[in-house]
Structures are given as structure tokens and as C-alpha cells.
């Protein structure tokens, strides 16, 4: 979805948004039912936390000796097991779907430094070229994608705007 702005290569040396700290440990994916039985085909041992009403998380168990946590899914050599069936979040990633004072905005992690590295106007360009009507109208069917707004990472586009 992002091959214009991100190379498939950069993303697969990089892996750093399969990679959670025991502070953004509720950032991993947000996952469908279908999602989430594709998940349980390919590791049956993996569990899950419910999100809303039709959505789930990989439960993760903190320990003193892990400050990291890699994604379930995620084969060092291959990248994500589910190939292009992966979650919703992580085919628009570094984009995100945030709420901010009862408003749906798309925002953009400052993790990826390569985006981040972009100007902004080319950013929201690329989101008006059609991925910000996905990324809305995804919201609009699953709200349980909508996450808090952190302060930190950058807005791009309100839901309101016209494109």
C-alpha cells in the first residue's frame, strides 16, 4: 500500500514496527476475527486479549528480562507470516488511525525515520491520492482500529477534510 513512498526493502530491514517495548505493548496490531484465526492456524499456541467487540490484540506476557517484544508473526528471514493478508494497522503503517477529542485523524509514527524524513506535504499528498478514504472508511466499519491520540506523533489529515 505504501510502495511509493517506502520500498518493501527498507521495511524488511528494518522490522521495527513488529517490534513493541513494554511501553507501547498496546500498540501491536489490532486484529480482525479472520485476522485472528489465520494467526491461530499458523501458531496454535498464540493468544489473544479482546479489543471491542470483534477485535483482539496478542497477548504478550511481560517478564522482568524482556524490555522487547517482537510480533508473533514475525520470521526474522521472511517478515510477517501472513504475507499481504497481515492486519489492517500494519499495511498502513507508519500511518495510524488516532482519535483526538472525540475527532478521527491519520497521524504518522515517529518510529520510521524514513517517513519521518519526508516532507510533510508530500506525506498528505499521498494520503489524498485514496489511502485516507481507506484508512477513514476502515475506521468507520472497525471502529476497535481507532486508537488514543499520544501527544507525540504528528497529524496529517482530519476525518472532516475534503479530498
Given at each position: 500500500?505504501?510502495?511509493?513512498?517506502?520500498?518493501?526493502?527498507?521495511?524488511?530491514?528494518?522490522?521495527?514496527?513488529?517490534?513493541?517495548?513494554?511501553?507501547?505493548?498496546?500498540?501491536?496490531?489490532?486484529?480482525?476475527?479472520?485476522?485472528r484465526?489465520?494467526?491461530?492456524?499458523?501458531?496454535?499456541?498464540i493468544?489473544?486479549?479482546?479489543?471491542?467487540?470483534?477485535?483482539?490484540?496478542?497477548?504478550?506476557?511481560?517478564?522482568?528480562?524482556?524490555?522487547?517484544?517482537?510480533?508473533?508473526?514475525?520470521?526474522?528471514?521472511?517478515?510477517?507470516?501472513?504475507?499481504?493478508?497481515?492486519?489492517?494497522?500494519?499495511?498502513?503503517?507508519?500511518?495510524?488511525?488516532?482519535?483526538?477529542?472525540?475527532?478521527?485523524?491519520?497521524?504518522?509514527?515517529?518510529?520510521?525515520?524514513?517517513?519521518?524524513?519526508?516532507?510533510?506535504?508530500?506525506?498528505?499528498?499521498?494520503?489524498?491520492?485514496?489511502?485516507?478514504?481507506?484508512?477513514?472508511?476502515?475506521?468507520?466499519?472497525?471502529?476497535?482500529?481507532?486508537?488514543p491520540?499520544?501527544?507525540?506523533?504528528?497529524?496529517?489529515?482530519?476525518?472532516?477534510?475534503?479530498?
Amino acid at each position: 500500500m505504501l510502495t511509493k513512498l517506502l520500498s518493501r526493502n527498507t521495511c524488511a530491514e528494518c522490522k521495527l514496527c513488529c517490534i513493541f517495548s513494554r511501553y507501547n505493548i498496546l500498540d501491536t496490531p489490532i486484529l480482525s476475527r479472520e485476522i485472528r484465526q489465520k494467526c491461530e492456524q499458523l501458531l496454535p499456541d498464540i493468544k489473544f486479549i479482546s479489543k471491542g467487540k470483534e477485535s483482539y490484540l496478542f497477548r504478550m506476557d511481560l517478564t522482568e528480562e524482556q524490555d522487547l517484544f517482537s510480533c508473533p508473526l514475525l520470521n526474522p528471514e521472511s517478515g510477517c507470516m501472513l504475507g499481504t493478508e497481515k492486519p489492517f494497522d500494519c499495511q498502513i503503517w507508519p500511518f495510524e488511525i488516532t482519535e483526538i477529542n472525540h475527532k478521527i485523524a491519520i497521524t504518522i509514527s515517529n518510529l520510521c525515520d524514513v517517513m519521518m524524513q519526508q516532507p510533510v506535504y508530500i506525506l498528505i499528498d499521498f494520503l489524498k491520492q485514496g489511502l485516507a478514504e481507506k484508512i477513514f472508511s476502515y475506521a468507520e466499519q472497525n471502529p476497535d482500529v481507532i486508537r488514543p491520540y499520544d501527544y507525540i506523533n504528528p497529524v496529517l489529515l482530519w476525518k472532516h477534510e475534503k479530498f
